[in-house]
């Protein structure tokens, strides 16, 4: 009887390689199901039966991966902060004059984009991711890039200039140039890079003079 008992206890501990990929790509299709219809209806129209019917699985099968509305937000989001989220650079320079290309790489997923830029959800989740993960994201990125050259400013002046960097190099500036401007992300990007490069210029110049 202990033989048997320890031989179910070893069964019901095994966990399968094949059921453990199985899972995740499950998990995977739940995922992309939800960037299509986010896509297509906007993140405030999303419900977990319009994600199971786009992923093609069953309605438990999404909750069983996903218990609430709440986790399937989060965990998307977790999956579309990377596809958005600036490349980490060890420089201003280098992090400006990336700009076109990051924009020109959110027209690939303009839907997308816009269905976050657009939504109270979208905007719920960045605050949310903000708080939550203060050691990364775009905010840090931006920050690492450009402290040093912030360090001989004023405190006020380092908020204004983080605070502009932010801004023009986001998601939602990229589509308020897309639309008042009719620019695509690549001349978006440049108009975002020129900016950039005025700005980073002004401040070193600020910076230089409140050293003497």
Avoid at 128 to 146: N, V
């Amino acid at each position: 009887m202990q033989v048997l008992t320890k031989k179910r206890s070893r069964a019901r501990g095994y966990r399968s390689p094949v059921r453990a990929e199985h899972v995740e790509q499950t998990r995977r299709r739940i995922l992309d199901a939800v960037s299509r219809v986010v896509a297509q209806k906007g993140v405030d129209a999303l419900t977990l039966p319009q994600v199971a019917r786009a992923a093609e699985v069953g309605a438990q099968t999404v909750y069983r991966h996903f218990p609430t509305k709440e986790a399937l937000y989060e965990a998307f989001w977790r999956t579309a902060r990377e596809r958005f989220r600036l490349p980490s650079h060890a420089d201003a320079e280098s992090l400006i004059a990336d700009a076109p290309r990051v924009f020109a790489g959110f027209d690939d997923d303009e839907a997308l984009c816009r269905a976050f830029v657009r939504s109270r959800a979208g905007h719920k989740l960045l605050r949310t991711d903000r708080r939550r993960t203060p050691e990364r994201g775009p905010a840090r990125d931006i920050d690492r890039a450009i402290g040093a050259e912030l360090s001989s400013l004023r405190s006020d002046e380092r908020t204004r200039v983080r605070a502009l960097f932010e801004s023009l190099y986001s998601v939602a500036f990229w589509m308020e140039l897309r639309d008042a401007g009719g620019f695509d992300g690549r001349e978006a990007g440049r108009t975002v890079e020129w900016a950039l490069k005025v700005l980073l210029a002004e401040a070193r110049r600020r910076g230089r003079a409140g050293a003497r």
